[in-house]
């Protein structure tokens, strides 16, 4: 698929993790930075994670520093977020974007 496919969410309690995966085709994905953003109700959207093509360089923000981790698997053609220790406010859905292509998103429910 040329655009990314995302999986992995799901209805956590606070304090669970989960895991997001990202696909897509191409010699594109495994060469490019990859990122994953979150849109939260009434929020705008924001940055999660980031990862270069060679996966040496990653990037929070402060709200997820510590809890998620972004790894690539680029024989796979791959891309996940892990997440731990996570609170309400992860809430969201959570999309996975590479060179301008969007996936469909993945939702995150966090409760309390």
């Known amino acids: 698929q040329v655009q990314p496919v995302e999986s992995g969410g799901d209805l956590v309690q606070a304090g669970g993790s989960l895991r997001l995966s990202c696909a897509a085709s191409?010699?594109?994905?495994?060469?490019?930075?990859v990122a994953w953003y979150r849109q939260a109700p009434g929020k705008q959207r924001e940055v999660v994670a980031e990862?270069?093509?060679?996966?040496?360089?990653?990037t929070y923000p402060d709200s997820v520093k510590g809890r998620f981790t972004i790894s690539r698997d680029n024989s796979k053609n791959t891309v996940w977020l892990q997440m731990n220790s996570l609170k309400p406010e992860d809430t969201g859905v959570y999309y996975c974007?590479?060179?301008?292509?969007w996936g469909q998103g993945t939702q995150v429910t966090v409760s309390s």
């Open positions: 191409g010699v594109w994905f495994r060469i490019n930075t």
């Open positions: 974007v590479s060179q301008g292509k």
């Open positions: 990862i270069s093509g060679g996966g040496i360089t990653t």
